[in-house]
């Protein structure tokens, strides 16, 4: 079956801009992750969703970063007047469940460049 | 999650096998052991995990040690298209909902197989 999906693949935007982010986790798989990678800082976790509801945001870098998630399957992290620093690549997995024995499948990213 | 120490980078020839180390001395009794590895510009991939028992499926073999503190990873005949980087990641057992497995990931092994 189909994998985990994000669009857009890539998205150039202006300093100040407001960029939304899509995931289309594998059908049936009810956690849903949102990490970051970006260059020097490694792979970080931004937030976790189990079904519509998010019991750990803790990884949202600022106020300018939000998401949601909707049916309990499409996702969209939306960030809000983009700055520079927020350049990286956007990483989405999903999972049965978000117990630990459950491997998390990753999508192929979203590069976003705020110029 | 327990701390985990990999060596930066590796090398190995193709056809042999490629023998990945990690330390993760303070792991707890109830911490998993995974490995991941991402290949450049994909997501990250599973690739096995394990809780004392040495473990093999069809990617690798995970060999942890009886103290738990250490463990390697095993691919027994690398390809070139096992170039990538190789993350260990020490995270607790949990069944899901509120208590959910974020994956945290350190800086990785990054193996290259030359011909």
């Known amino acids: 079956g189909a994998g985990v999906s994000q669009s857009p693949s890539n998205k150039v935007t202006e300093k100040g801009k407001d960029v939304e982010l899509r995931c289309d986790p594998i059908s049936g798989h009810t956690a849903l992750y949102w990490y970051r990678q970006s260059l020097g800082q490694g792979l970080e976790f931004l937030i976790y969703?189990?079904?519509?509801?998010?019991?750990?945001k803790s990884g949202l870098p600022s106020d300018r970063f939000s998401a949601e998630r909707t049916g309990g399957s499409v996702s969209t992290l939306t960030i809000q007047r983009t700055q520079q620093e927020d350049s990286a690549v956007y990483l989405c997995?999903?999972?049965?469940?978000?117990?630990?024995?459950?491997?998390?499948?990753f999508g192929p990213g979203t590069r976003l460049t705020v110029l | 999650d327990a701390k985990t120490t990999q060596p930066p980078s590796m090398d190995c020839a193709e056809g042999r096998a490629a023998n990945l180390p990690c330390n993760h001395s303070t792991i707890s009794g109830n911490e998993y052991v995974y490995w991941y590895r991402q290949i450049h510009s994909q997501g990250p991939q599973y690739i096995i995990h394990g809780l004392k028992n040495n473990e093999t499926n069809e990617m690798a073999s995970l060999i942890i040690t009886e103290d738990r503190k250490s463990s390697t990873l095993i691919l027994p005949h690398a390809t070139l298209r096992d170039t990538a980087v190789y993350y260990c990641?020490?995270?607790?057992?949990?069944?899901?909902?509120?208590?959910?497995?974020?994956?945290?990931f350190g800086q990785g092994t990054i193996l290259t197989v030359h011909p």
């Open positions: 969703f189990q079904g519509n509801s998010a019991p750990d």
């Open positions: 990641i020490v995270r607790v057992a949990t069944a899901g909902g509120t208590s959910y497995g974020k994956l945290t």
């Open positions: 997995a999903s999972s049965w469940s978000g117990g630990s024995f459950n491997e998390q499948f």
